[in-house]
């Protein structure tokens, strides 16, 4: 059975860390392109980053420019979300989706209906 599953979030005070993971079983990620999204109460899912299938490819929202960064380490079969300096606004439920894209494709989006394949989600929650 093919499924991404997220880990790692948690609740955290404004200025601090976490590292989320996205990791694939029963298929191989080498071939996708990984996005993360987050949905906060009453809001709309809306992209937060996203990574190509070849790595080169890295986009950010405005809102998490030079506090997030993405990585992906295929030999794990896993992307990760490095979320620094976290604000009460970042609080959300935070998923990782794949598109399909082929391997080595610089190809990187953050348009939801672009994405096959979603996780459950890990709630992230920034609270002092």
């Known amino acids: 059975q093919s499924q991404l599953v997220e880990s790692g979030g948690g609740l955290v005070q404004p200025g601090g860390s976490l590292r989320l993971s996205c990791a694939a079983s029963?298929?191989?990620?080498?071939?996708?392109?990984i996005g993360w999204f987050r949905q906060a109460p009453g809001k709309e899912r809306e992209g937060v980053s996203c990574?190509?299938?070849?790595?080169?490819?890295?986009n950010y929202a405005d809102s998490v420019k030079g506090r997030f960064t993405i990585s992906r380490d295929n030999a794990k079969n896993t992307v990760y979300l490095q979320m620094n300096s976290l604000k009460p606004e970042d609080t959300a439920v935070y998923y990782c989706?794949?598109?399909?894209?082929?391997?080595?494709?610089?190809?990187?989006?953050?348009?939801?209906?672009?994405?096959?394949?979603w996780g459950q989600g890990t709630q992230v929650t920034v609270s002092s």
């Open positions: 989706a794949a598109e399909m894209t082929g391997p080595a494709n610089p190809r990187a989006t953050m348009v939801k209906a672009d994405f096959d394949s």
């Open positions: 029963g298929f191989t990620l080498d071939y996708y392109a």
């Open positions: 990574i190509s299938s070849s790595g080169e490819t890295t």
